[in-house]
């Protein structure tokens, strides 16, 4: 019986006792068989001659067996090798014939000495259950299913068997990790996860409604907020099998409130936006104020315009402000534009002219800069009386007005030149011909300074006074500022001495300080020398007095110097506010700082800003802000009182946005626009550069930003959709008004005053510019709103030339009728041209 084999036997007999005689191997061996039979016969004959037999056993190798055959022993090689059996026995590879014709298929071969063996491929199995395998008992290799084995691909996957090997799917809900399928988790390192989509996707003004998961399946319901519509009420995504979210197709779109509320003498400034949330104030116009607070309507969520109702009353300006020392001189209005004169009283004087007020459109009053300043005084007639009284005159007379004098005393004894006595202190009188009576040591010779503090500075005035000695006092003289030294009588000065002191100072820049010393001081000198610890820039009173009778007294005045400057690392922040560091640390003392602040603008040669006042703090580290103007140069003077020197600081302000003129709205629907008048603005928050205006389609108000439209020109606005610069005038250009005819086809600048376009619908604005240290500011107001616009008086007379040159060109057309018919030119061409010859007259 004849079957498939798996090895080099195939087509052999399945029961051959001898398994080695089949193929070519088994033919190598029956040649081998018979030549050792041959040897077997040939053996007894040899004997039969006397022949040597050796011993062949003893000579095999050792993967050789010796056998008898035919009584005669021969070496044979061991199964699996090959040789002469004596001197040679090598191993048969039996591999060499590859593995799928030694081991069958899906199949490795193993050479191994003497022998052979075979294990099946990854993927498949032997029918034996073993390992390895002998291909001779009919065992072969067959496929493996690994799908059989549990979660062999894992939670959530899904195996799919094939030979010799398989392939993982993931079931619905789930992804592959690595993000292919299929995959294989042994080589791969992969497996399955469960879906999920994440964070919903977010919409623009809208929101989501309710809980969600975001699974497979799982879903989504957008909604638009307050204020916002969109084209359904809600809008639904799923989570898709791809791990992500649906895009949402729901667009919220904001409410549109549309043409905004009139009010009477009233108009809108720069709108930007109709919709839902946007916000406009309203503003008077010229000669009007509101008495409303806050003129500004907002879109509401309904799509409705809110906000209160503005009243504009015509400007009144009321009764004209006191002036300090002057009154009115006649009539006067309150109406926009009047002017209040004022005089000064008797005994004033104003110094730069008339003082005049002007009702300005805000309601108010002009703030005036010319005072009324009293007429200097002198001090006459000055005398002593009583020996140490004081009587002067003042000139010119003064009602009624009280006067300040400041009054030095400085002291020198006769016989002792060292010796100072000074003193210092103010007399308030409205006295015409004031007396002091002063406290004065005895044998001392004084010299009086007296001038006028207040309501002005005068020339002083000095007088001397000797007075008498006195033997119920002693001298007293001033060295190095704050020390004290004075001479004991020679009967007292072997004995010791209490002196009792009491010291006293006062600044008269702060009326709250007070630095207050009591201490007594034993010597037994005879030239007694005390230093004192005082503060700088201070007038002190020291009085001693000995506690041994007869008591003795001693009267002096003192005034400490300034220090060095004491305000260093000054510093501007936020613009308009200074810190600075101060040097000088005293306990429990404040400093006043005295500010005088001067702006000047030289863009407005009018302009003055000029204000003092004092600080008094005790920090370390001081800061003020002020209130300043924008687009100003500043100089501000700090001087600390208690040093009196002064530091500058230089200080700009940058611009702010320009005020908008006064302009006359214009809305206008079919008739050709009218000039329009534009009014020069103040230079109140910066230099005004320039003045623009803007050309847009009507559609654009409520998207409008001021700062656009920069360098836009007619011809290169490519789309009708987009606005354009007409006119562009330099402020030094207009005096206080000019007229602009909108379409007159001229030049302003770089940029082309172009017609508009019959039947469209425009909206007009003016934009006013400054431009100071490479800072740019801008504002802008709607001018005038055109709705179906018609053609303007330059297209008119352009249409009106075209009309004409149309009737012309038809009765030339006439005679060409009759010329045609000599002539190869057709009808046609003719006519052609014609249209293209009028048609280019209208767009002209």
């Keep these: 019986m004849v079957r498939e084999g798996r090895g080099p036997w195939r087509g052999v007999c399945s029961n051959c006792p001898f398994p080695l005689l089949q193929g070519r191997q088994g033919r190598l061996f029956l040649l081998l068989l018979l030549q050792l039979l041959l040897v077997q016969l040939l053996r007894p004959a040899s004997r039969a001659l006397g022949a040597p037999v050796s011993d062949v056993c003893a000579t095999c190798h050792v993967h050789a067996t010796c056998q008898k055959i035919d009584g005669k022993e021969i070496c044979i090689c061991n199964y699996g090798f090959v040789g002469n059996g004596r001197t040679q026995c090598h191993d048969k590879d039996e591999c060499q014939f590859g593995d799928t014709v030694v081991c069958g298929n899906k199949t490795s071969c193993h050479n191994t000495l003497g022998g052979f063996y075979c294990i099946c491929l990854e993927g498949y199995q032997a029918t034996n259950n073993k390992k390895t395998f002998i291909p001779n008992d009919g065992t072969f290799c067959t496929d493996l299913d690994e799908c059989e084995v549990p979660d062999t691909c894992g939670p959530g996957g899904r195996c799919v068997n094939s030979p010799g090997s398989y392939e993982c799917y993931c079931k619905d809900g789930y992804l592959p990790l690595n993000g292919t399928q299929p995959f294989h988790p042994m080589r791969d390192g992969t497996s399955c996860t469960e879906i999920d989509c994440g964070t919903p996707p977010e919409i623009p003004n809208g929101y989501i409604i309710g809980k969600y998961t975001s699974r497979l399946g799982g879903q989504v319901h957008y909604a638009c907020k307050e204020g916002f519509y969109g084209d359904q009420e809600e809008s639904v995504i799923s989570c898709t099998a791809g791990g992500t979210w649906e895009t949402p197709n729901i667009q919220c779109q904001a409410v549109d409130c549309g043409i905004l509320p009139s009010f009477p003498n009233a108009y809108p400034a720069l709108l930007n936006n109709t919709t839902y949330g946007s916000r406009v104030e309203y503003k008077c116009w010229k000669g009007y104020v509101p008495e409303t607070t806050n003129p500004t309507v907002f879109c509401n969520a309904q799509g409705q315009w809110e906000g209160p109702s503005l009243m504009c009353r015509e400007i009144e300006c009321g009764s004209p402000p006191v002036i300090q020392h002057a009154i009115l001189v006649g009539n006067y209005s309150s109406n926009l534009g009047s002017v209040a004169y004022y005089t000064c009283i008797d005994g004033f004087e104003s110094t730069g002219g008339y003082l005049t007020l002007l009702c300005t459109a ?110 119920g006092s002693f001298d007293v003289s001033v060295f190095n500022e704050t020390c004290l030294k004075w001479k004991r009588s020679p009967r007292d000065a072997a004995e010791e001495q209490i002196y009792q002191f009491q010291v006293l100072g006062q600044r008269w820049y702060q009326s709250h300080f007070y630095h207050e010393v009591s201490f007594n001081f034993t010597t037994r000198e005879r030239f007694p020398e005390v230093c004192l610890e005082l503060y700088p820039r201070t007038y002190y009173t020291v009085n001693i007095t000995t506690m041994a009778s007869p008591k003795q007294s001693a009267h002096v005045i003192l005034a400490t110097r300034s220090v060095n400057q004491i305000i260093s690392n000054i510093s501007i922040f936020n613009e308009t506010c200074l810190r600075w560091k101060r040097n000088v640390k005293m306990a429990d003392s404040e400093e006043m700082y005295l500010f005088h602040v001067w702006g000047h603008r030289w863009y407005q040669r009018e302009f003055n800003q000029e204000m003092s006042f004092n600080l008094i703090t005790g920090s370390q580290a001081p800061e003020v802000c002020l209130e300043l103007h924008p687009g100003t140069n500043y100089t501000i003077n700090i001087t600390a009182a208690s040093s009196g020197l002064p530091v500058l600081v230089s200080l700009t302000t940058q611009i702010t946005e320009p005020p908008i003129p006064d302009i006359e709205f214009i809305a206008i629907q079919g008739a050709p626009l009218p000039p329009l008048t534009l009014w020069k603005a103040e230079d109140r928050n910066g230099p005004i550069s320039s003045y623009q205006v803007l050309v847009l389609p009507l559609a654009l108000r409520s998207n409008f930003p001021c700062d656009s439209i920069q360098d836009t020109t007619f011809f290169s606005n490519g789309s009708s959709t987009k606005g354009y610069v007409a006119a562009e005038i330099l402020a030094k250009d207009i005096p206080d008004a000019r007229d602009i005819c909108l379409g007159d086809r001229l030049y302003y600048g770089k940029f082309y005053n172009a017609p508009l376009k019959p039947r469209n619908d425009y909206l007009v604005i003016l934009r006013i510019t400054s431009e100071w240290n490479q800072v740019r500011r801008q504002s802008c107001v709607v001018w005038a709103e055109v709705k179906d616009s018609s053609l303007a008086l330059p297209q008119m007379i352009g249409v009106g030339l075209g009309s004409v040159a149309a009737v012309v060109i038809l009765v030339l057309l006439s005679f060409l009728v009759v010329w045609k018919q000599k002539s190869d030119i057709t009808m046609e061409t003719i006519i052609g041209k014609l249209e293209i010859q009028v048609a280019g007259e209208y767009s002209n």
């Design 362 to 471: 805000e309601g108010t009053w002009r703030k005036n800069t010319i005072h009324c300043t009293e007429k200097k005084a002198s001090i006459t007639n000055v005398s002593v009386f009583n020996n140490t009284c004081v009587k002067w005159r003042v000139s010119p007379e003064r009602e009624v007005l009280k006067m300040v004098y400041l009054i030095h005393i400085q002291g020198q004894q006769r016989d002792w030149t060292e010796f100072v006595h000074e003193d210092l202190f103010n007399l308030t009188t409205s006295n015409q011909e004031p007396e002091v009576c002063l406290h004065l040591h005895q044998g001392t010779n004084y010299t009086v300074t007296i001038r006028i503090t207040f309501p002005r500075l005068s020339v002083p005035v000095t007088v001397r006074i000797q007075t008498a000695d006195n033997d």
